[in-house]
């Protein structure tokens, strides 16, 4: 087995994504991000994209976009010290993915971690209605600059170092039309969006909802409202992640359908 690594979509060898689609579930984050290279033109700056072949077919994606972390998909645990040898050059702020792989990678990569966070994969069994005021609708053209706000407010709390492009990637998810916000007493309270299905799977993420407006309920009143969009738009699985360090969204999710699939983690890297 060796790893092969190129910076655009189009270098990948052919069964690269059909890997991926095979457990779109455990997948999630590098098909979805792969899925917005390809489609949107996103993340494309400095970009890594890194293929594991044996025998000419590929058994393993990563996915590197600046200035994000590292992205392992479930890639064979026996291949995680040649990945950290092939890009021991490269100065990577971190690595997110299942917590075992993340916990090898960091070995064999051999920087001292600033701080992990420690995640839950959940997928979606039976949504269940939460009850709470207010009404769901699809955030449009003249909601951008808000959801931009949002989208930034969201990064910097739950993905300090993170930030990336907030404005563009509001851009793409609303003109895709994934984002939905939650209006009670005569405006926005919350917001959430869900990845257009990729592999019959979409993932549901930035879960905002303003400090003002936290502790009634319309966290999950629109996370239940955005889970029901990407059923309608033809996803046959639906998934997000929780920062375990938070028992409330974990509850919370629990209570509108969704159980647990698998742990992640990100691990943030020390400065050099």
Do not use: C, K
């Amino acid at each position: 087995m060796r790893w092969i690594f190129v910076s655009d979509p189009s270098g990948l060898p052919a069964d690269a994504e059909s890997w991926l689609r095979r457990d779109p579930i455990r997948n999630t984050v590098p098909l979805t991000v792969l899925h917005q290279i390809a489609h949107h033109n996103l993340w494309r700056d400095n970009l890594l994209l890194g293929s594991l072949v044996d025998d000419g077919r590929v058994r393993g994606v990563v996915v590197h976009t600046p200035p994000h972390h590292l992205v392992l998909g479930d890639i064979p645990p026996e291949s995680v010290p040649a990945l950290a040898s092939a890009l021991a050059g490269r100065d990577l702020p971190g690595v997110n993915g299942p917590l075992p792989l993340v916990e090898a990678f960091t070995r064999s990569y051999g920087r001292a971690v600033a701080s992990r966070m420690a995640m839950r994969l959940y997928g979606l069994r039976a949504p269940a209605e939460p009850g709470a005021e207010g009404s769901p609708r699809r955030a449009g053209p003249g909601d951008l600059d808000l959801v931009t706000r949002w989208f930034a407010a969201f990064l910097a709390e739950s993905l300090p170092g993170e930030a990336g492009d907030p404005a563009g990637q509001a851009r793409v998810r609303v003109g895709l039309g994934e984002v939905t916000l939650w209006e009670a007493g005569g405006g926005p309270v919350a917001m959430a969006a869900a990845s257009t299905p990729v592999a019959g799977m979409s993932r549901v993420g930035h879960v905002y909802t303003p400090p003002e407006f936290r502790r009634r309920g319309y966290g999950a009143a629109v996370t239940h409202a955005v889970t029901l969009a990407a059923l309608a738009a033809g996803a046959e699985d639906v998934v997000l992640f929780t920062d375990l360090a938070n028992p409330t969204s974990n509850s919370i999710y629990q209570a509108i359908g969704y159980a647990p699939v698998a742990d992640y983690a990100t691990d943030a890297y020390a400065p050099r």
